[in-house]
């Protein structure tokens, strides 16, 4: 609990938090703005199942970029005061990897929570009738989190075994534009290949728009279960992996 105490206040003004309220308000405004274009009859019956599509496709445009940028300055404090060396010598290595990952983890846990509150916030401001899907919603949290929590893994290693923060924070930019093609073309397999894409793979609803009518009809579909498993699977072993770099790592 010392240590957990003692990096909260290495980054007291790293303004952490701001960056996940800056994501938070981005898109609650967005899909307040959203609903507030379209008619009543349009979202009455399933304007949970209208968030629950909206909200994974925003999280693949700004959450790969906005945790690449939360790492890197939870990370950057040894390496730009070149203290990494001092610091080893006062607690055990991979304690410092993990300490770090503690507090990410929290900061995210209180993010996907209060993401996941937007859905319920909106149904009931914009007076939803549709009953409320309770499982799909629990499905939506748990994906948002798991999958933010294994690109929090992979960048939280590639900035600490980075000297340039650069490098780490193009990666995460790049990560964002998988994410989008991943989204618009179902077809390829790139959103299994790579882990941005599951954003869009942990989604429980899908859509059908017909042209003639012009009407949007929403539904579920099941979640993945077995390919979430060697997603999750595959982020243990990033973990693993970036732990052993970071333990040899010359300092």
């Not at 003692?6 to 996940?20: A, D, N, V």
């Not at 009738?129 to 949290?141: D, E, G, L, R, T």
Request: glycine fraction near 4%; charged fraction near 15%.
């Amino acid at each position: 609990m010392r240590l957990f105490m003692t990096e909260f206040r290495k980054i007291r003004r790293r303004h952490i938090g701001l960056l996940y309220v800056g994501a938070w308000l981005f898109t609650f405004l967005w899909m307040a703005w959203a609903m507030s274009t379209m008619s009543l009859e349009e979202i009455d019956s399933q304007g949970y199942y209208y968030l629950l599509l909206s909200i994974p496709l925003i999280n693949a445009i700004i959450l790969p970029t906005i945790l690449a940028c939360v790492e890197s300055r939870i990370c950057d404090i040894e390496l730009k005061g070149n203290t990494l060396k001092l610091l080893c010598t006062m607690q055990p290595r991979h304690s410092i990897y993990h300490i770090k990952l503690a507090v990410s983890t929290l900061y995210l846990l209180i993010f996907s929570l209060a993401e996941t509150a937007i859905i319920p916030l909106l149904c009931h401001y914009y007076q939803i009738s549709q009953p409320i899907p309770i499982k799909h919603i629990a499905i939506f949290w748990f994906s948002t989190y798991a999958v933010s929590l294994v690109l929090v893994i992979l960048q939280q290693s590639l900035s600490l075994l980075s000297e340039n923060q650069l490098f780490p924070l193009f990666f995460g930019v790049g990560g964002t534009f998988v994410g989008l093609f991943s989204w618009f073309f179902p077809n390829l397999p790139i959103r299994y290949m790579l882990p941005w894409g599951y954003y869009c793979v942990g989604v429980s609803v899908n859509m059908i728009y017909d042209e003639t009518t012009r009407t949007t009809t929403y539904y579920t579909i099941p979640f993945p279960k077995e390919i979430f498993c060697l997603f999750l699977i595959f982020g243990i072993l990033i973990y693993l992996i970036g732990k052993d770099r970071f333990m040899k790592k010359e300092v």
